[in-house]
């Protein structure tokens, strides 16, 4: 599977890693340790991003070596080798990046998990079986035979358990286990990287909580629970759109909840991230009838409408996989 691109590293020494708009553990942590691989191989290596690495996540990178985007770090990315772009389905998830990224001359190469992944680079390495980016970067440096140091493995085990629930979701395979066995015997510590991502909320996110869980209503006879912050929320709180992140699992403990719906005012648009409990529907398929992708159990969209035209769309079209909803 590695072939091909552990021969264009070899080769190659200018380097480029990215990710998706508003990242999320897995984006950062596969972003991040992967850097981290192609720099202790001797690579130069620039993290450059459309959005800044969220609070929660800062502690991955103490020395804020990931680039927010700006224009004057095109001319960098045009004349790389190698443009990494992990954990991203389409090349609209890039955003301002992408148009750096397709002018550039360099090659593209995917690295993701997500079985929407409509393949956009040259070489596309995509495991829709993996639970996350961050198995498939962890793949990779082994294959590479790079020693996975204690910062490539916090960076990699934060990739994993975020994107399994801290492997609570049944994308949590005996697979998953073993691998974050390995990291944490390579120095990953789950409870000390619980703490900084979990058990570190500054209060302007719990205000932001606060009012996004008084708009917790039901749909399709509890089946379905949906929120929404709206720019007015974050403008009161103080809070960013980044400190959302982990909020839509709330609704997970409510007992008759299939389907969780969370939808975002940002930057003039409406960012809406669905989740589905086992035994729920998938919710891809209404994120690709939508615009959007992800996988059976976690999908998102990003919709041009006003934000209680966004939430009628989503609803109904959840509602439509429950034959007997009223």
């Known amino acids: 599977m590695w072939a091909e691109v552990k021969r264009i ?12 708009v508003y990242p999320d553990g897995d984006a950062i942590g596969s972003a991040l340790a992967l850097a981290q691989i192609l720099r202790d191989l001797g690579k130069k290596v620039l993290v450059v991003n459309q959005h800044p690495v969220p609070q929660m996540y800062k502690f991955l990178d103490p020395n804020n070596k990931v680039r927010v985007w700006n224009g004057a770090l095109a001319r960098r990315v045009k004349k790389s080798d190698v443009i990494f772009v992990v954990d991203v389905s389409s090349f609209d998830r890039l955003g301002e990046v992408g148009s750096a990224v397709k002018e550039s001359r360099a090659k593209t190469i995917c690295i993701d998990h997500h079985k929407t992944n409509d393949r956009f680079a040259e070489i596309n390495i995509i495991e829709d079986r993996s639970a996350s980016t961050g198995e498939l970067i962890y793949s990779l440096g082994k294959s590479l035979q790079v ?6 493995a916090n960076a990699l085990f934060t990739a994993i358990a975020t994107d399994t629930g801290w492997f609570r979701f049944s994308n949590t395979s005996a697979l998953v286990l073993e691998r974050a066995s390995e ?15 979990y058990e570190n909320m500054a209060w302007p996110r ?4 606060e009012r996004i869980l008084s708009t917790l209503h039901a749909e399709c006879d ?3 629970a949906c929120m929404h912050a709206t720019k ?5 709180t103080g809070a960013s ?4 992140e982990g909020f839509i699992d709330f609704p997970r403990s409510l007992r008759d ?6 939808l975002r005012e940002i930057d003039g648009k409406v960012k809406v991230s669905m989740r589905s409990k086992s035994g729920g529907p998938a919710v891809d398929k209404i994120a690709k009838a939508l615009g959007g992708g992800g996988h059976r159990r976690a999908a998102g969209i990003l919709l041009r409408c006003p934000l209680d035209e966004a939430e009628k769309a989503v609803v109904k079209a959840a509602s439509s996989l429950f034959p007997d909803c009223h």
């Open 9 to 20: 590293i070899k080769r190659s020494d200018n380097f480029i890693v990215t990710t998706h």
């Open 147 to 152: 020693t996975i140091s204690r910062r490539i």
């Open 183 to 197: 990291l944490a015997a390579m120095g990953a510590k789950a409870d000390r990287l619980y703490e900084s991502i």
């Open 206 to 209: 719990m205000a932001l909580l």
């Open 222 to 224: 509890g089946k379905i």
């Open 232 to 236: 007015q929320m974050f403008a009161e």
């Open 241 to 244: 759109s980044e400190d959302t």
């Open 257 to 262: 909840v299939q389907i969780i719906i969370f």
